[in-house]
């Protein structure tokens, strides 16, 4: 069974920068996909960032792309750990952050909240 944990999480001034983490484990596959999503009070859940420990380049929302970075450590074992950079922190990008991750390859629609496994989430606020 898979399974993801977040931290990384905070409060942060707009212009501000903060890592995310999930560490994930569990996997059927040695290269899997994680992504990472948000959901805004009020909002639907966004795809933010996905990444295959496979190799290829990563996927990102239009609204994140230039200032946000997702990236992995050596993925082996059966499990890796993501990350992901957010620099340039706006109000906007407050939101509690998921990490989402299926076993072997990546959906089709890699933004889409398709994903089998979630975490819980971490808390990230961005003020003004």
């Known amino acids: 069974q898979v399974q993801l944990v977040e931290s990384g999480g905070g409060s942060v001034q707009a212009g501000g920068s903060l890592r995310l983490s999930c560490a994930a484990s569990?996997?059927?596959?040695?290269?899997?996909?994680i992504a990472w999503f948000r959901q805004a009070p009020g909002k639907e859940r966004e795809g933010v960032a996905t990444?295959?420990?496979?190799?290829?380049?990563?996927?990102?929302?239009d609204s994140v792309k230039g200032r946000f970075i997702i990236s992995h450590d050596n993925a082996h074992d059966y499990a890796a750990t993501v990350y992901l950079q957010m620099n340039n922190l706006k109000p906007e990008d407050t939101a509690m952050y998921y990490c989402?991750?299926?076993?072997?390859?990546?959906?089709?629609?890699?933004?889409?909240?398709?994903?089998?496994?979630w975490g819980q989430g971490t808390q990230v606020t961005v003020s003004s």
């Open positions: 990444i295959y420990t496979g190799g290829g380049d990563p996927y990102y929302a």
């Open positions: 989402a991750a299926d076993n072997g390859g990546c959906p089709w629609s890699p933004l889409h909240d398709t994903y089998n496994y």
């Open positions: 569990g996997f059927r596959y040695t290269t899997n996909c």
